[in-house]
């Protein structure tokens, strides 16, 4: 039985985890979160410049040819920082899909420009309030030319190129649009988390083509599929932090004469949240070895791990508010930050309660 | 990250399996080993445990991780981890020596003296003489050293008065280990001996407890003027503290969150397909799938983290805290689940009766012995505070006794 990272992947996470202690402090994000910036161009820059954002792009493509397992403890390290980057849209989206369905032309022309930084790619389906399937596609694809609205697109006002859930007749696909070219026209809009940007992005006739092979909604699911696990990380990394910072808080803070944290009702409490992180920690290396794998079980594998991370990460955050106090309702303590990061992160794939309706539709299948 | 063997425990598995494969009637897939039911084991079954003990023991597959002067093999964790794996997939009797080979023979190993090594742990391994514990009383259960039953020193002997709950097998037990309290006039834990008592020992009296469930797994067992050698004492005088929390880590160790047996999860997607709900599989029902789905997912993190417990086992290394977490998660899972299969059957949810209940009742049974499993072992609370302490490291509980002689602690009968 080994179901545990590699010494190397280890070595990897820790070194993610020094660069991003001494180069992402939550100053970083709470930067992003009170500005008007779209994300931390000098964290992106130096991620990129670590070679980051090519962990799991191919060495004749540009990146460093590492694998699933590699990115899923990267991925653990960016959430833990709440770094406010665009790395689930370009790395966990665009990258994985453009590696699994793009043609050669298509992985050629972009993968080395993802894997430098130089390019942000981003995915764009939601379209109105809900959860739909294929036939919640409204934006088109015809002889070449996207027309529609996305929203919300993450990192959709910063990201040169998108793709598009779109349709053309009867099929459904992704298609791979220039951001930055004609047609298109793109807002950012107002977001629970300002420290990930959120664009509404309207497609007048933009030129676009299909992304290879990706021509039908199960192709679109397993893109999904595959951020979803590699998210689970990072969900799991904010949910971890959370902890450790309110744990460390309940200790310090004195009430009737004694910590906080001696108080059984919170000690329970603790007890209680250690547990759900230590499960979605459980399922989401399940959904990495599932995805390292290119299992058939990465469906249902992913949506656990997704379920699982979402609901630890929320717990986690309205834990450390209410354990906090009074202050862990202020602006100027950090709580609201993984306040709004795990509420967001629990949808910015889509509802937790679909996930979990389509876990049991895969146990079915 | 695979879910192999190494070769060396391919080799030890194959080892196994090819033993049991000899010795023992492979179960059919779905098929369960019959547990032990919570009847009053009969002595034909306790006959039938013996022998396949026995069995064991002569091919050197008893007690694999007791040292080799014991009778073991000094097995690994692990092996022992693949041992067990490998003969649950058998039809062999209920296991009722665990009490004994899981707890209290390792904590004679550590305290006992040689004279008691020598003359109980190897009809133990052989199943010869099976053990009880005698640890929990009425008025001490999650704070066992408040236990008040005595020992008074009686020439080299010591004379026991008092009552002891919850002793699992007490009826078909040759000997018990028992916590006695010798000295109330210091702190509770400083005034502990711990004794192995003979339990056809005139003065025993045994009686069955029933539980809410109807069965009578569990025992009282009254102590009236019993007396036991000082030979027989385990440690030193009031030093039986020591040796308690020797049995009670190793308790910890053995109970797992694991195959409770029982209806589970494809029973319960079986039920809700064929439950009908306004004339419609129950299944097809959006809030029963997002419940079927929140089991699963909790179900599978059990699960995985007991991969990932092995990992730790197979690597040599201590696992890692969230080992702890399957009984606290395990049991209050098992009555929700059972909870939520009697609500899918509506009012039928309330029969229990074998030939009218659907899944003949499995699904009642199991809620009704569920409480018992939030309880046993240690608490629910219990195990939150051993996790907020242990793993997370906040201070412990204060203690309202801390530095009170036994005799002074309030007991809410002596305000």
Redesign the interface.
């Known amino acids: 039985m080994n179901f545990d990272f590699s010494d190397d992947q280890k070595l990897l996470q820790k070194t993610a985890r020094d660069y991003l202690a001494e180069h992402a402090p939550l100053s970083v994000c709470r930067a992003v979160l009170e500005s008007d910036a779209s994300y931390s161009e000098m964290l992106w820059k130096g991620v990129a410049e670590l070679g980051w954002l090519g962990t799991a792009i191919p060495e004749q493509y540009g990146g460093s040819g590492f694998g699933r397992l590699e990115l899923a403890v990267m991925a653990e390290e960016v959430g833990r920082a709440l770094a406010p980057i665009p790395f689930s849209s370009s790395v966990y989206l665009a990258t994985e899909a453009i590696l699994r369905f793009g043609s050669e032309a298509q992985k050629q022309e972009l993968l080395p420009k993802l894997a430098s930084g130089e390019r942000l790619g981003a995915f764009a389906h939601a379209e109105r309030p809900g959860e739909h399937g294929p036939e919640g596609v409204g934006t088109k694809l015809t002889k070449g030319k996207l027309s529609g609205t996305k929203v919300p697109v993450a990192d959709g006002d910063s990201a040169h190129f998108a793709l598009v859930t779109a349709r053309s007749g009867k099929e459904v696909g992704l298609a791979l649009v220039d951001l930055t070219g004609d047609g298109v026209s793109r807002t950012r809009v107002r977001s629970i988390d300002p420290s990930r940007s959120l664009a509404s992005i309207q497609f007048n006739g933009a030129p676009a083509q299909w992304l290879g092979t990706a021509k039908s909604w199960d192709e679109i699911q397993h893109v999904l599929d595959r951020a979803a696990v590699l998210m689970a990380f990072e969900q799991l990394g904010g949910a971890q932090r959370a902890f450790d910072i309110t744990r460390e808080f309940c200790l310090g803070r004195y009430a009737f004469g004694r910590p906080v944290a001696s108080f059984q009702a919170i000690k329970h409490r603790l007890a209680d949240l250690y547990v759900e992180i230590e499960l979605a920690r459980s399922n989401a290396y399940y959904g990495a070895w599932a995805l390292s794998n290119e299992s058939p079980e990465l469906g249902r594998a992913a949506a656990g791990a997704r379920a699982a991370a979402s609901d630890a990460f929320e717990l986690a955050s309205k834990e450390m508010i209410q354990m906090h106090g009074g202050v862990g309702y202020t602006w100027e303590y950090d709580c609201h930050l993984f306040y709004r990061r795990a509420k967001w992160l629990a949808v910015a794939l889509g509802s937790t309660h679909q996930w979990r309706e389509q876990l049991i539709q895969r146990l079915e299948a | 990250?695979?879910?192999?063997?190494t070769p060396e425990e391919a080799a030890f598995r194959k080892e196994v399996r090819a033993w049991l494969d000899a010795n023992a009637e492979r179960l059919k897939p779905g098929e369960n080993a019959p547990g032990l039911a919570e009847g009053r084991s009969s002595p034909e079954l306790i006959k039938r445990a013996q022998d396949w003990q026995a069995k064991k023991a002569d091919a050197g597959w008893a007690c694999i991780t007791w040292p080799k002067q014991y009778g073991g093999r000094g097995a690994s964790a692990i092996q022992s981890m693949i041992w067990n794996q490998e003969e649950s997939k058998y039809r062999t009797p209920p296991n009722v020596f665990g009490i004994g080979q899981g707890m209290l023979g390792p904590t004679i190993m550590v305290h006992g003296s040689d004279e008691q090594k020598d003359r109980y742990l190897r009809p133990m391994l052989r199943g010869e003489e099976i053990w009880c514990q005698l640890f929990s009383e009425p008025s001490a259960g999650s704070d066992l050293a408040g236990l008040r039953t005595s020992a008074v020193r009686d020439g080299d002997e010591w004379i026991i008065n008092g009552q002891k709950i919850w002793t699992t097998g007490a009826q078909y037990c040759k000997w018990g280990m028992i916590v006695t309290r010798t000295d109330p006039t210091t702190e509770k834990h400083k005034g502990i001996t711990y004794f192995i008592v003979d339990m056809q020992s005139p003065g025993i009296e045994i009686r069955p407890i029933k539980q809410i469930n109807g069965m009578s797994g569990f025992n009282e067992v009254f102590f009236t003027d019993v007396r036991v050698s000082d030979r027989n004492r385990v440690g030193a005088v009031n030093e039986g503290w020591r040796g308690a929390i020797t049995t009670l880590m190793n308790e910890r160790a053995s109970i797992g969150g694991g195959g409770a047996g029982g209806p589970d999860f494809t029973d319960l997607?079986r039920m809700a397909k064929q439950t009908q709900w306004d004339g419609r599989p129950a299944f097809e029902d959006?809030d029963v799938?997002?419940r079927?789905?929140?089991f699963?997912?909790?179900l599978?993190?059990?699960?995985?983290?007991g991969?990932?417990t092995?990992?730790?086992l197979?690597r040599g290394e201590t696992p890692g805290p969230?080992s702890s977490?399957g009984k606290?998660?395990g049991a209050p899972l098992r009555q929700d689940m059972a909870s939520f299969a009697i609500d899918l059957e509506g009012a039928a949810g309330g029969l229990i009766d074998k030939s009218l209940a659907p899944e003949e009742g499995a699904w009642q049974q199991t809620y009704l012995a569920s409480p018992g499993l939030r309880l046993a072992g240690g608490t629910d609370?219990i195990?939150?505070?051993i996790?907020?302490?242990r793993?997370?490291g906040?201070?412990?509980?204060?203690r309202a006794d801390k530095g009170m002689a036994f005799k002074d602690i309030p007991t809410g009968a002596n305000k």
């Open positions: 990250m695979d879910f192999n063997d997607v959006s799938r997002q079927l789905a929140r699963y997912i909790r599978k993190g059990l699960q995985y983290t991969y990932r092995q990992t730790a197979s969230q977490i606290l998660v609370e195990l939150r505070n996790i907020a302490e793993v997370l906040l201070p412990p509980e204060i």
